[in-house]
């Protein structure tokens, strides 16, 4: 149980397009989603905070306007990377928690390469 | 702010012996929770181990063990008899109680040699 996907794996775009991310929870109602990005050989930085419903809570840094956030349901969660340029090349992960999640724990995703042009 | 220090950025360990890879974090907060994650070169996040900060005891999973020193903030991993499927990166992290945040430290490299 506690599997969360994302898709795709791997994407290549080029500079001023926009790329979506799909996080989903496959067993379990995500109340709380969490999307990340980690830089090659760097630890996860927390960009956002989502709650189904609600807008989603922006890390100090991190641009809103650039990085769109929807979570419209209790098992789905997006990132919109908008007017992608090389410097977003990244590796976005996101995680899920529940209300019932035991100690807090949250559930990653496998991650998605991001590569732009 | 709390923090987590893994001072440790990259560690070496013979196949089936005993590495101990440290943690220190801070912060004034009586209630929360530690975790130790795994993230093998298939950079998917894997929890190891977690420990509640009001339980004395510490936690074990099978090979896995972790020494919690509440009143030094410290909190370091006991990897017995590693394998070669142990190679990875290991964050240590910390999560409030009432917030969902986890704070990950910068991580350290395992390698294990054969």
């Known amino acids: 149980g506690a599997v969360v996907s994302q898709h795709p794996s791997r994407v290549i775009c080029k500079s001023g397009t926009s790329v979506k991310i799909e996080c989903r929870s496959l067993d379990f109602q995500a109340t709380t989603m969490f999307w990340y990005r980690q830089f090659p050989k760097q630890s996860l930085m927390l960009m956002a905070t989502?709650?189904?419903?609600?807008?989603?809570?922006?890390e100090q840094g991190v641009e809103k306007d650039k990085f769109l956030i929807n979570h419209a349901s209790l098992t789905l969660s997006t990132l919109t990377v908008t007017s992608a340029h090389p410097e977003d090349s990244s590796f976005y992960i996101c995680?899920?928690?529940?209300?019932?999640?035991?100690?807090?724990?949250?559930?990653f995703g496998p991650g998605t390469r991001l590569t732009v042009l | 702010a709390q923090t987590v220090t893994q001072s440790q950025p990259e560690m070496s360990v013979q196949e089936a012996e005993t590495v101990t890879l440290s943690c220190t974090y801070d912060?004034?907060?009586?209630?929360?929770?530690l975790f130790w994650y795994k993230q093998p070169p298939s950079r998917q996040m894997i929890l190891v181990i977690r420990q509640e900060a009001y339980k004395q005891q510490n936690a074990t999973e099978n090979r896995f063990s972790v020494n919690f020193q509440k009143a030094a903030k410290s909190f370091s991993l006991k990897i017995s008899d590693s394998q070669l499927g142990d190679a990875a990166m290991y964050f240590c992290?910390?999560?409030?109680?009432?917030?969902?945040?986890?704070?990950f430290g910068k991580g350290t490299r395992l390698h294990i040699l054969p």
């Open positions: 992290a910390y999560n409030m109680n009432r917030d969902d945040k986890i704070i």
């Open positions: 995680s899920a928690r529940t209300s019932q999640s035991f100690g807090n724990e949250q559930f």
């Open positions: 912060t004034s907060e009586s209630d929360y929770y």
């Open positions: 989502s709650n189904e419903g609600s807008k989603a809570t922006y």
